[in-house]
């Protein structure tokens, strides 16, 4: 595209000068007058494709597109001033080519081309019934299915993510015991029934996420999709949080989000509940969550400073010791 505008303008010119060779400068000038308009207006169909992604709402991928637009634009505007200020300028001090000789390979392959162009326009269907035969062979392949390809990234992967959506904080502990309760399932396990080949898990105080390589796909007795179908079948219940398959990592892009905004975090968090309960009566959605039940829980203290001196403690003693029970796990 950008060398395009230069081609155009350099053709142009030495056609030219091939007609007047005893005036460089002013068929140069009579070159990139005749085709100046069409570069420009060429220039200007691919400049308008990119211009209205700088202009409207802005959201995380039209700022990110608008840089590339940006550069696209410029670049493309650098190249019609080139192609119409510096080309003609050294195209205009630069000896015309030689006409080739009757033999050669350009003068022969010029000669064929001439010859193939006064067939096409003579024979008009022909040319037509050529060009649709050439499609049909193109797309024979994919009707006679010769060639397979699959329109779900998800179900090709053999890499499965599966956070484990804690909420709140809790003991490392009791983490490690979710994810061995977890890890214990015996589709988990590996084994060619499962088509799972490993399983490692990073897991915190507030997070844990799992993820399980499945075997090679020349291998695999299971699709993707049907391991995921196995393991959500027999996944137990955590009471620390929500496991589920985090399919964006994965280019499934069969999930979707629903944002909500206001003034009040209390009000939203009532109604993203209220909106979780009414699409888990939908039929067809699953694995619904919502990002309020993420949160850490929160624990204010006001502390009597009298009392705190006169007992001889400090808000540090207080602290801790309110850490520690915190901390402590909930009686089953």
Not at 87 to 106: D, N, Q
Request: glycine share 6%; hydrophobic share 45%; net charge negative.
């Amino acid at each position: 595209m950008l060398v395009d505008n230069a081609v155009v303008v350099t053709e142009s010119v030495f056609r030219h000068r091939s007609m007047d060779p005893e005036h460089p400068f002013e068929a140069t000038y009579n070159g990139v007058k005749e085709v100046g308009m069409a570069v420009i207006a060429g220039t200007a169909t691919t400049i308008i494709v990119f211009l209205p992604i700088m202009f409207g709402i802005k959201t995380d991928i039209t700022v990110f597109l608008t840089h590339v637009a940006v550069t696209i634009i410029v670049a493309l505007l650098a190249s019609l001033l080139i192609a119409q200020t510096l080309v003609p300028m050294l195209a205009a001090r630069i000896s015309a080519p030689p006409t080739p000789k009757e033999g050669a390979l350009i003068s022969r392959l010029s000669g064929r081309y001439v010859r193939s162009l006064k067939w096409i326009l003579v024979h008009p269907w022909k040319t037509f019934g050529g060009i649709l035969l050439v499609c049909v062979i193109g797309v024979m392949p994919l009707v006679l299915q010769l060639v397979k390809f699959d329109a779900f990234p998800q179900d090709s992967g053999r890499r499965l993510y599966m956070p484990y959506r804690i909420e709140g904080q809790h003991p490392l502990e009791r983490v490690e015991s979710a994810v061995n309760e977890i890890e214990r399932d015996p589709v988990c396990e590996r084994g060619k029934k499962s088509d799972i080949r490993s399983v490692y898990t990073y897991f915190n105080k507030g997070s844990a996420s799992s993820t399980i390589l499945l075997t090679e796909d020349d291998d695999a007795t299971l699709s993707t999709s049907q391991v995921i179908e196995k393991i959500r079948a027999n996944m137990p219940v955590l009471a620390i949080g929500k496991p589920s398959f985090e399919f964006d990592q994965q280019g499934g892009g069969d999930g979707f989000s629903v944002q909500i905004s206001g003034d009040s975090t209390s009000r939203l968090n009532e109604l993203a509940a209220d909106i979780t309960r009414i699409l888990s009566g939908v039929e067809g959605l699953r694995d619904l969550r919502t990002d309020a039940e993420t949160a850490d829980r929160e624990v204010r203290v006001s502390i009597d400073r009298s009392r705190l001196l006169a007992a001889g403690l400090t808000t540090a003693a207080i602290a801790d010791a309110i850490s520690v029970c915190h901390a402590r796990p909930e009686p089953a």
